[in-house]
């Protein structure tokens, strides 16, 4: 067999040399693996008819290229392959083993090691880390192979480093992002709770009119700055206008007639103010009932509306006295409207149930005459004195306050 012309292995003694037998040795009846660097040859022993003893084998020559194509397909072994025989002994290395990273593998002293840390048992340890390599072994049966696949520990450890390198990054990312995001959600919430709490606090100081741009939204925002708007206008409502009339109350009037005089003041214009009083109005009340004299005093006000300017100040000042400010207004200017107002009153007809009323009015009026020295209240003081001295001059008249006592 060995002299076969096919054949091209080892011959009959270098075979026999190689794998340690002699035709005197008796059949150890298992596989015996020899190779050099381009096949891999199973030798099957086998005795004679009459003896025990070995009169030849039958061997299987694999060629290698075959066997690491093979291998490195299915294991991605592209870098450093090499076969061994369970008694250490070098079957195949690839040629990838003398690259220069795998300078500092000796590979007697790793099938040394791996012997060693085999404990005994045929084959080697799944994986050892020799010097600064890491070997990985996987041992086959029948044939007794180990199959090892050595790598550098920094390439086996750069992916780590890698996917450390590209975990760190990711959490830096998530890191900024949730900083942003938490940046843009507490910029969303507290500038409309900014806003909604400067709105707060100009309620307090009588100021309505703090803007909320996002009232609009349709998120969570924008519900709870619409339904602080709503709260903001009823509050309004209640705390600046009659609730009979409409128009400002006797609270909110002098808020705003305080900022109107101090703006008068700095800028030297006039400002007029007049005093009105329904005459006879307790006489209404006591006969016709107080739904009827709610009737006079609502007409009488849509009148009022009717006749003032859009930056005039009307308010009821007390049951059936009301209160206008008119800005730029001198006494003369004041005088014209009073009796402009007056005469339209005299001439209105009311009409509760099956009644028709007519009512008259009484008015003083004054204006600012030293703006270094007249206040708010003086001037209120001065058209209310007017306004007395109306009624006692016989009613429906209209007397101004202009250092004395000037009637209509």
Same mark, same amino acid.
């Given at each position: 067999?060995?002299?076969?012309?096919?054949?091209?292995?080892?011959?009959?003694?270098?075979?026999?040399?190689?794998?340690?037998?002699?035709?005197?040795?008796?059949?150890?009846?298992?596989?015996?693996?020899?190779?050099?660097?381009?096949?891999?040859?199973?030798?099957?022993?086998?005795?004679?008819?009459?003896?025990?003893? $070995?009169?030849?084998?039958?061997?299987?020559?694999?060629?290698?290229?075959?066997?690491?194509?093979?291998?490195?397909?299915?294991?991605?072994?592209?870098?450093?392959?090499?076969?061994? %025989?369970?008694?250490?002994?070098?079957?195949?290395?690839?040629?990838?083993?003398?690259?220069?990273?795998?300078?500092?593998?000796? $590979?007697?002293?790793?099938?040394?090691?791996?012997?060693?840390?085999?404990?005994?048992?045929?084959?080697?340890?799944?994986?050892?880390?020799?010097?600064?390599?890491?070997?990985?072994?996987?041992?086959?049966?029948?044939?007794?192979?180990?199959?090892?696949?050595?790598?550098?520990?920094?390439?086996?450890?750069?992916?780590?480093?890698?996917?450390?390198?590209?975990?760190? $990054? #990711?959490?830096?990312?998530?890191?900024?992002?949730?900083?942003?995001?938490?940046?843009?959600?507490?910029?969303?919430?507290?500038?409309?709770?900014?806003?909604?709490?400067?709105?707060?606090?100009?309620?307090?100081?009588?100021?309505?009119?703090?803007?909320?741009?996002?009232?609009?939204?349709?998120?969570?925002?924008?519900?709870? #700055?619409?339904?602080?708007?709503?709260?903001?206008?009823?509050?309004?409502?209640?705390? !600046? %206008?009659?609730?009979?009339?409409?128009?400002?109350?006797?609270?909110?009037?002098?808020?705003?007639?305080?900022?109107?005089?101090?703006?008068?003041?700095?800028?030297?214009?006039?400002?007029?103010?007049?005093?009105?009083?329904?005459?006879?109005?307790?006489?209404?009340?006591?006969?016709?009932?107080?739904?009827?004299?709610?009737?006079?005093?609502?007409?009488?006000?849509?009148?009022?509306?009717?006749?003032?300017?859009?930056?005039?100040?009307?308010?009821?000042?007390?049951?059936?006295?009301?209160?206008?400010?008119?800005?730029?207004?001198?006494?003369?200017?004041?005088?014209?409207?009073?009796?402009?107002?007056?005469?339209?009153?005299?001439?209105?007809?009311?009409?509760?149930?099956?009644?028709?009323?007519?009512?008259?009015?009484?008015?003083? %009026?004054?204006?600012?005459?030293?703006?270094? !020295?007249? %206040?708010?209240?003086?001037?209120?003081?001065?058209?209310?004195?007017?306004?007395?001295?109306?009624?006692?001059?016989?009613?429906?008249?209209?007397?101004?306050?202009?250092?004395?006592?000037?009637?209509?």
């Amino acid at each position: 067999m060995f002299e076969d012309g096919k054949y091209d292995g080892p011959l009959s003694g270098d075979f026999k040399s190689a794998i340690g037998i002699a035709a005197d040795d008796k059949c150890p009846c298992s596989t015996i693996v020899f190779g050099d660097f381009h096949n891999v040859y199973l030798a099957y022993p086998f005795a004679g008819q009459q003896s025990a003893f $070995i009169r030849g084998a039958l061997v299987y020559q694999v060629p290698l290229t075959n066997i690491t194509n093979l291998i490195r397909h299915d294991l991605d072994m592209s870098k450093s392959l090499f076969f061994i %025989t369970h008694q250490g002994k070098p079957l195949y290395l690839s040629e990838n083993i003398k690259d220069a990273m795998f300078e500092g593998l000796n $590979i007697i002293e790793f099938i040394s090691r791996g012997e060693h840390q085999s404990n005994g048992n045929r084959g080697f340890t799944p994986r050892i880390e020799y010097n600064n390599f890491i070997i990985f072994n996987a041992f086959t049966m029948p044939l007794e192979w180990t199959v090892s696949y050595v790598i550098p520990k920094e390439l086996y450890f750069e992916g780590l480093i890698q996917l450390r390198e590209r975990i760190i $990054i #990711a959490l830096a990312i998530i890191i900024m992002l949730a900083i942003d995001t938490i940046f843009i959600i507490a910029h969303k919430i507290s500038k409309p709770l900014t806003t909604l709490s400067r709105a707060s606090r100009d309620m307090v100081f009588e100021n309505y009119n703090t803007p909320l741009e996002f009232v609009h939204k349709n998120d969570e925002v924008g519900e709870l #700055a619409a339904n602080f708007e709503a709260m903001r206008q009823t509050v309004r409502v209640l705390s !600046t %206008t009659d609730s009979l009339t409409s128009i400002l109350n006797r609270r909110y009037f002098m808020v705003n007639f305080e900022k109107e005089f101090e703006r008068a003041k700095r800028s030297g214009d006039n400002l007029a103010c007049l005093m009105i009083d329904i005459d006879n109005f307790k006489s209404i009340n006591d006969t016709l009932g107080h739904q009827c004299g709610d009737e006079v005093i609502k007409t009488f006000c849509s009148l009022m509306t009717e006749l003032i300017r859009t930056y005039d100040i009307l308010a009821r000042y007390g049951g059936e006295e009301f209160i206008i400010a008119l800005p730029g207004a001198n006494i003369r200017d004041s005088w014209t409207f009073a009796e402009r107002l007056r005469e339209r009153t005299e001439g209105m007809n009311i009409q509760y149930e099956s009644q028709m009323l007519t009512i008259t009015i009484s008015i003083g %009026t004054a204006s600012i005459i030293n703006h270094p !020295t007249d %206040t708010s209240s003086l001037l209120i003081k001065r058209a209310d004195e007017a306004l007395l001295q109306a009624k006692k001059a016989g009613k429906n008249r209209t007397v101004i306050y202009e250092n004395k006592i000037y009637s209509s």
